[in-house]
């Protein structure tokens, strides 16, 4: 697998050369739009809401908004700012690894050792799993900045990014909720449900029910013959009125 960012973990004098492998994948089926009237393929274009001309995307400005005013910002402007380059996944401190909310983990990276010597890896890596602990850790990819905790699953260590404190939404306990009362008999009848239903999670004995459904239907169209050509659907010049520029999209 290609790896997608390479460098080191550093903290104190210690460094560990590391490369980083996403660690997830989309299995989603990838649809594409066409127009029901005659089957040709939807494409969106970039177009200014004034001329009406397209768009090059060199020419497409950045630009925030507060909702009474606008602020442009050129790419000259964006590139002024200072940009994270370091090649270091710079760990700042050791914490309980349940002291991390779930709710903070974003996408998840393996790391593998990036030198004919693994001892500094595994030198981490076992250590982080016999003190139960877990790294936090500053990581910068593609000029962001990120907040990740650092563990072992599996006997690698994997990278997990973490949102940042104020983009956690508080919630407020609804007053039904702290007023609602239940009785030692009701906890008991619930406990011994979820009893029966207890047993250890295993992740392989699920399936996204919809998409096995969603590639059975595709297969069978297939089979039947109830195709199109994808060459003749997906191109530009599929028809005529495609030829002639009606029916222009507009983003």
């Avoid at 009406?52 to 590139?79: N, S």
């Avoid at 994270?84 to 393996?110: A, G, N, T």
């Avoid at 392989?204 to 060459?231: N, S």
Wanted: hydrophobic share 40%.
């Amino acid at each position: 697998m290609r790896a997608i960012w390479s460098g080191s973990i550093a903290f104190g004098l210690v460094n560990v050369p590391v490369k980083a492998h996403g660690a997830t994948t989309d299995r989603d089926v990838e649809l594409h739009q066409v127009h029901a009237a005659d089957d040709r393929r939807i494409r969106y274009q970039r177009r200014c809401e004034v001329c009406g001309k397209k768009v090059p995307y060199e020419r497409i400005a950045k630009a925030y908004d507060d909702g009474d005013r606008t602020v442009v910002l050129t790419d000259a402007e964006m590139r002024a700012l200072p940009a994270e380059s370091s090649r270091e996944i710079e760990i700042v401190q050791f914490v309980p690894s349940d002291q991390i909310d779930p709710l903070m983990l974003e996408h998840s990276y393996h790391l593998t050792p990036d030198s004919r010597s693994a001892q500094s890896y595994v030198l981490l890596q076992r250590t982080l799993e016999e003190t139960e602990l877990a790294a936090v850790a500053k990581f910068a990819l593609r000029q962001k900045t990120r907040l990740d905790a650092l563990r072992v699953r599996g006997g690698m260590l994997v990278l997990q990014g973490l949102l940042w404190a104020d983009e956690l939404r508080e919630v407020e306990v609804p007053k039904a909720l702290a007023d609602s009362k239940v009785s030692a008999q009701e906890l008991k009848i619930s406990a011994t449900l979820v009893k029966q239903y207890s047993a250890d999670f295993m992740s392989g004995d699920f399936e996204d029910a919809y998409q096995v459904q969603l590639r059975a239907l595709i297969e069978k169209k297939l089979a039947e013959g109830d195709a199109l050509d994808t060459g003749e659907t997906f191109s530009a010049a599929g028809t005529g009125a495609a030829t002639a520029g009606a029916g222009e999209v507009v983003d």
